[in-house]
């Protein structure tokens, strides 16, 4: 039974049964947020069995260390536990993969916006995005979905800001390609 979290009365109650470790609350958490957080664990992983495990390391992180928090309300919960599962993915990343590390002095590289034709579709360009080689997919995720900037990035991965920039400039070639590719496709079919 999945609990409507948008209810303020019920979520501060939720949050402090959560941090005193009761386990009905918890498993109501989990049953709330386990997709959402699954998915963010997948489009850096981009593995069924490593995404679950990293969701379990995520929930039992969320799990010890909210009484830590001063969270009492459901955006900043949900943002925090979207943090945790994205910095455990990360982890996982940094344990199995070694980054292209190239020089900080690389040109700078006009970044050429993505465009796409009507046709495509949004599961395609997921796809494309989860078929990118793992370094280059996570930088994607973490600049163009997330946010961060590449300065934050190279920090959070233990690489150069230059590397992080050319993993993007990438990144957006193969799926600048991969996208004329599909809609080449879509034209044939039409």
């Not at 690389?106 to 494309?128: F, G, H, R």
């Amino acid at each position: 039974m999945k609990v409507d979290l948008n209810r303020t009365p019920f979520v501060k109650k939720l949050i402090k049964a959560l941090k005193k470790k009761h386990p009905k609350a918890q498993k109501q958490l989990f049953d709330s947020y386990a997709g959402y957080l699954y998915r963010i664990c997948f489009r850096y992983l981009s593995n069924r069995e490593l995404s679950e495990e990293v969701l379990s390391q995520a929930f039992l992180n969320i799990f010890n260390h909210i009484e830590r928090t001063d969270i009492m309300d459901e955006k900043p919960l949900k943002a925090w536990m979207k943090k945790v599962a994205i910095n455990q993915s990360l982890m996982e990343l940094r344990k199995n993969i070694r980054f292209t590390h190239t020089l900080d002095l690389i040109e700078e590289i006009e970044e050429a916006p993505i465009t796409t034709d009507e046709q495509l579709l949004e599961d395609d360009l997921i796809q494309m995005v989860l078929n990118l080689p793992d370094g280059y997919r996570t930088i994607f995720s973490l600049y163009v979905i997330e946010g961060y900037t590449h300065e934050e990035i190279a920090q959070q991965l233990n690489i150069s800001t230059g590397t992080s920039k050319s993993q993007l400039c990438k990144a957006r070639r193969i799926l600048k390609e991969k996208i004329k590719q599909t809609e080449i496709s879509y034209e044939a079919i039409r």
